[in-house]
């Protein structure tokens, strides 16, 4: 449990020990290990007005070795590491730096998000909370409140670097990579290519079982009624934890979280982007079923909402018409017929229609990995059953469009990517080097 806790952990981390890293102060054949019970720490750089502390550099490391980093034995690839992760350190609070002169700033909210969801995710390792703050004070944190201070620190500074990177991207110029760069790149990576598993991509068709015209209009009168029983007075909140039909955000009284616009289906979006704070929606429907929304905050270009859901119900009859369209769907794919025109028509768009990044074909759900069984890019399969936790069961049809063995891949593509990264990773070090000129740096390590 503990090493699952640790990696998860973006904040600072115990300090590495000097038996797991060794790195000089300065030039010398031999040097006593310092104790690791002394706390020891001094300045290794001046970024501008803010120093960064030896410390500093220990976090970082550790923070790597959390997700997976193994620190070098031998002490000049110790102190290599060091740099590295100084520099690195560097980089990032001069990005801060430039942040406050364009006087670019995260809002409290925007930072608090990420701190809860980054908390409650820690949180759930753990049966109780007093295995949870014990493990805190383990870790050097202290108490629950202690660290989620230390991770608004982090996701602040994490913030203002980003949006610093987005601004300065703007009048970034892009630099040439020659193919030698890309062979080299391609070699380094060309063992764990080798060694990858199979994969595949596909694109699906998923027909949901539709509701008779009298269960709708039963749903509708449902929600009808609750938006009467909230504007007389009824708290939204415990409406919502009674009565909403949607499992993702019952439980917390039809909190969504914030949202940007093009995140929901275009009904939902429209109407969450039409309200005012404070302001209650009319019951409106969506591909998921009725709605009743209260915008509870606005800020630029998000909104805070919450919603209360009410099914159609359908029965074995409906998902057996599915089956049946679904049948229709797999046959016009087979002949040819355009996937566009049977996604408009056919599709439910609650779920993905153009699921095309790679996916490893061991980690695929049971019933999609019989649907691809033997089947070659191009290929369509026949209709199969999906499980859908808001009610009856939905239909799929997938169309394979790659399929890659175990260390199978294209070469060509691979070294696409890997221009692509490259020069991305060119420009931002340019960025970062003119930066550099602009403000006053010294490494001390």
């Given at each position: ?5 640790i990696?998860?952990?973006i904040?600072?981390l ?11 102060t300065?030039p ?7 104790p690791?019970?002394i ?29 997976g ?6 002490s000049?690839a ?6 590295e ?13 430039k ?13 608090n998000r ?8 820690v949180?759930?390792?753990?049966q ?15 108490t629950?409140e ?6 608004y620190?982090?996701f ?20 040439n990579v ?10 380094k ?6 060694a ?8 699906q068709?998923?027909?949901a079982?539709?509701?008779t015209e ?5 749903a509708?009168?449902k ?6 029983e ?5 708290d ?11 499992p993702?955000?019952?439980?917390q009284?039809?909190d969504?979280?914030?949202?940007r ?6 009904e ?28 509870d905050r606005?800020?630029?270009a998000?909104?805070k ?8 119900t359908v ?16 046959q016009?794919m ?14 439910d768009?609650a779920?993905?229609?153009g699921i095309?990044q790679?996916?490893?074909?061991d980690?695929?759900?049971?019933v999609y990995?019989s ?9 369509v399969?026949?209709p199969?059953e999906l499980?859908n936790p ?10 394979l ?9 294209n070469?060509?593509?691979v070294?696409?990517?890997i221009r ?5 990773e060119?420009a931002?070090r340019?960025?970062?080097?003119q930066l550099r000129?602009?403000t ?6």
């Amino acid at each position: 449990m503990r090493n699952v806790f640790i990696a998860s952990l973006i904040a600072v981390l115990p300090a590495v020990s000097a038996a797991q890293l060794t790195v000089p102060t300065a030039p010398s054949r031999t040097q006593a290990p310092v104790p690791a019970s002394i706390p020891v720490d001094r300045v290794v750089a001046v970024v501008g007005d803010q120093v960064i502390l030896w410390s500093d550099v220990m976090n970082s490391i550790n923070q790597q070795r959390a997700a997976g980093l193994e620190v070098p034995k031998d002490s000049a690839a110790q102190v290599a590491l060091a740099k590295e992760s100084l520099n690195a350190l560097v980089d990032e609070e001069i990005l801060v730096q430039k942040a406050h002169q364009l006087k670019l700033d995260a809002t409290q909210d925007e930072v608090n998000r990420s701190v809860d969801d980054q908390a409650k995710k820690v949180r759930a390792q753990f049966q109780t909370d007093d295995q949870y703050k014990a493990e805190l004070v383990s870790a050097g944190f202290g108490t629950p409140e202690e660290y989620k201070r230390t991770l608004y620190d982090q996701f602040y500074r994490r913030a203002l670097q980003q949006k610093a990177y987005e601004e300065l991207r703007k009048t970034a110029v892009g630099r040439n990579v020659t193919d030698a760069e890309v062979q080299e790149a391609f070699d380094k990576n060309k063992a764990s290519l080798q060694a990858a598993p199979a994969s595949l991509t596909f694109r699906q068709i998923v027909v949901a079982p539709k509701p008779t015209e009298e269960a709708k209009k039963r749903a509708r009168a449902k929600a009808d009624s609750l938006l009467v029983e909230i504007k007389k007075g009824g708290d939204f909140e415990q409406i919502a934890r009674r009565e909403s039909m949607d499992p993702g955000s019952k439980a917390q009284g039809g909190d969504l979280g914030w949202n940007r616009r093009g995140v929901m289906v275009p009904e939902f979006d429209r109407m969450m982007f039409a309200l005012q704070p404070g302001q209650l929606s009319p019951v409106f429907e969506s591909p998921f079923g009725f709605h009743i929304m209260r915008v509870d905050r606005v800020q630029a270009a998000e909104v805070k909402a919450r919603h209360i859901l009410i099914i159609s119900t359908v029965d074995s009859a409906d998902v057996a018409k599915a089956r049946l369209v679904a049948d229709t769907v797999s046959q016009l794919m087979k002949k040819g017929v355009s996937f566009d025109s049977l996604v408009t028509k056919y599709h439910d768009p609650a779920e993905e229609k153009g699921i095309l990044q790679p996916f490893i074909r061991d980690s695929l759900p049971a019933v999609y990995q019989s649907a691809v069984a033997g089947k070659k890019p191009g290929d369509v399969s026949g209709p199969f059953e999906l499980a859908n936790p808001r009610g009856m069961s939905k239909w799929a049809v997938i169309q394979l469009v790659t399929v890659n063995e175990a260390g199978q891949y294209n070469e060509a593509e691979v070294k696409s990517r890997i221009r692509e990264q490259l020069v991305a990773e060119k420009a931002t070090r340019t960025l970062l080097d003119q930066l550099r000129k602009q403000t006053y740096v010294a490494l001390r390590l």
